[in-house]
């Protein structure tokens, strides 16, 4: 069964850090591409960051503002998001997601989620003094 599961959230204070992991079962991530997601409650699920496996090129969503590193490790078929300078409003349920990734350079990571074609349970992230 293919399917990835995430790990890693949990409370933090404002200001500090978490890593994120997105574990894959059932495949190989090397042809994939991982998308982090997150949602607040009474919000819409957006799109955090996302990582063409294929080649390694990651990409950002604007309001990321240079504290959010999404990074892989193949040998342990796993993708990771650093999150660093937590603030309330970072508090959501994180998703990670994979679609079939291509070589294409025209290619890119798709940036809706239903665009995905796996989906993990989530991890809470909850930032509070």
């Known amino acids: 069964q293919l399917q990835v599961v995430e790990s890693g959230g949990g409370l933090v204070q404002p200001g500090g850090s978490l890593r994120l992991s997105c574990a894959a079962f059932?495949?190989?991530?090397?042809?994939?591409?991982i998308g982090w997601f997150r949602q607040a409650p009474g919000k819409e699920r957006e799109g955090v960051s996302y990582?063409?496996?294929?080649?390694?090129?990651?990409y950002y969503a604007d309001f990321v503002k240079g504290r959010f590193t999404i990074s892989r490790d193949n040998a342990e078929n796993t993708v990771y998001l650093q999150i660093n300078s937590l603030n309330p409003e970072d508090t959501a349920v994180y998703y990670c997601?994979?679609?079939?990734?291509?070589?294409?350079?025209?290619?890119?990571?798709?940036?809706?989620?239903?665009?995905?074609?796996?989906w993990g349970q989530g991890t809470q992230v909850t930032v509070s003094s």
């Open positions: 059932g495949f190989t991530l090397d042809y994939y591409a």
């Open positions: 997601a994979a679609v079939p990734s291509s070589y294409s350079s025209s290619w890119y990571p798709p940036r809706r989620w239903n665009d995905y074609d796996y």
């Open positions: 990582i063409n496996n294929r080649d390694g090129s990651t």
